[in-house]
């Protein structure tokens, strides 16, 4: 089987390394891809975002299975494409991948669905003063989102209404995002603790994979700017138990939604979850967001964990059979601590030469996913504001993020960045 794996980051890494475990698997391409891709695949220099170059590259290499790694390809409906040309490819198409394109239909779906999320109200960039001031006089605190894609940055957690007018203010007004901010999600803040739940998908049937939380502040103890994600572990303590009542409410009703407005969903689909603890012990959860595809870095945490062949999930997932497969996780836990660039997320240096990649490599509990490298005069050097993932497994959380931060101390470069908290979530002991 030759395999196409589109993306550039963390998470297209570690498909690629998971995928290339697989017993039907031949040649695996990654487009583009970044230095450490090149270990498990040959990368091809097309963008991801590229659709007629990547088309015509999968027809050329007569591509048995192409794996889609970031949202911005499936918004533009790179799957639609490929199929149309006879082509497998493992994702959902345009008009199912707007349950991540477009905040507002995720909300209007799962409204339809009778998924439990957040109270809110959509605002459009037509309506009048008036008519806006009436929607914000009904909320205190409210989340302001763009409706389209931001690249993780369309969202304002405002605290109150002054915040909430300069939010809108930002997104219709001064057009931050551009055409992403047509329409403003506004919605009442929620309280607890985020995990994240992914499905394997295949428009009928929907597979739960293990759970996960992501870090997003640059610093320890969630301090400081958002970034694309500091670190990531799996499982999270705080679903556990949950697993049926979260398929039940979310995944079951979305996906015979999605079956009824003729764009069942087929992929991954991946809610970020909103959990609360009641008094009695009882947690409730909402549903904050959906995205369409594995997470970045919450996959480099997942996939070591992933016991069955993720090609062979994939096909099921396309075809249609997923019912029948047999998914299997492995014991135990994983944690991801991302490498980062100096002043990440703001302007940084590239091209700075990375140490120690080997020897972290070493320990056969610890697996090193590049994300922002690339090679240069036979040297990995950096690429990226977030340059690698450290993962480390174990039986336990706590082995786990030791082999982790083991595998973190072998690396070096200069002005390199990392977080000392990844995974203490879920010890217990708070950020
Ligand atoms: P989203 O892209 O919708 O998941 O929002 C990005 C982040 O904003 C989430 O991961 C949360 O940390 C935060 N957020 C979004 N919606 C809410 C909400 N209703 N209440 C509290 N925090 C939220
Ligand atoms: N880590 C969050 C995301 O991939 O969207």
Redesign the pocket.
Same mark, same amino acid.
Request: glycine letters at 16%.
């Given at each position: 089987m030759k395999v196409l794996v589109i993306g550039s980051g963390g998470r297209e890494h570690a498909l690629c390394w998971k995928i290339s475990q697989g017993r039907e698997v031949g040649k695996i391409y990654c487009a583009p891809g970044n230095a450490g891709t090149s270990e498990a695949a040959e990368n091809v220099d097309v963008s991801a975002e590229d659709l007629k170059g990547l088309l015509k590259f999968a027809l050329e290499n007569k591509i048995d299975l192409t794996v889609v790694g970031p949202e911005v390809p499936l918004v533009m409906g790179i799957v639609d494409l490929f199929e149309k040309n006879g082509l497998r490819i493992f994702g959902p198409c345009k008009a199912a991948a707007m349950l991540e394109g477009s905040?507002a239909f995720a909300k209007e779906v799962m409204v339809s669905a009778g998924v439990p999320t957040?109270r809110f109200e959509i605002l459009d960039e037509s309506y009048s003063d008036k008519k806006i001031g009436e929607v914000v006089s009904r909320f205190d605190s409210?989340?302001v989102?763009a409706d389209g894609l931001a690249a /993780?940055k369309?969202?304002f957690?405002c605290r109150d209404k002054a915040e909430i007018w300069s939010a809108i203010d930002k997104i219709f007004s001064e057009k931050a995002f551009g055409g992403a901010g047509k329409k403003i999600v506004i919605?009442?803040?929620?309280?607890g603790e985020?995990a994240s739940m992914l499905a394997f998908c295949d428009g009928k049937t929907a597979k739960l994979m293990v759970s996960s939380q992501d870090y997003?502040r640059i610093f320890d103890e969630d301090w400081g700017d958002n970034t694309g994600g500091m670190g990531a572990y799996a499982p999270a303590p705080v679903t556990e138990g949950l697993d049926a009542e979260i398929m039940k409410k979310v995944f079951v009703p979305v996906l015979a939604e999605m079956t009824r407005r003729g764009c069942p969903y087929k992929g991954v689909l991946y809610a /970020?979850l909103?959990i609360k603890k009641g008094e009695n012990g009882r947690r409730d959860f909402k549903v904050?967001?959906f995205n369409a595809r594995f997470g970045d870095p919450e996959t480099q945490a997942m996939l070591p964990l992933l016991e069955s062949d993720l090609a062979g999930v994939m096909e099921a997932c396309i075809r249609g059979l997923l019912g029948s497969f047999d998914l299997k996780w492995k014991k135990g836990a994983a944690c991801c601590v991302v490498l980062s660039s100096k002043g990440y997320p703001g302007k940084y240096k590239t091209g700075i030469e990375i140490f120690g990649l080997d020897a972290a490599k070493n320990d056969g509990n610890v697996a090193v996913f590049h994300a922002g490298t690339k090679e240069a005069g036979g040297k990995v050097v950096t690429n990226g504001g977030r340059v690698i993932g450290v993962t480390g497994t174990g039986l336990s959380i706590r082995v786990a993020i030791d082999n982790a931060y083991k595998g973190v101390s072998e690396i070096s470069f200069e002005g390199m960045h990392f977080r000392k908290d990844i995974g203490r979530r879920a010890l217990g002991k708070g950020a």
């Open positions: 905040k957040a409210a989340a989102k /993780g369309g969202v957690i919605e009442e803040l929620l309280d985020e997003k /970020g909103m904050l967001e």
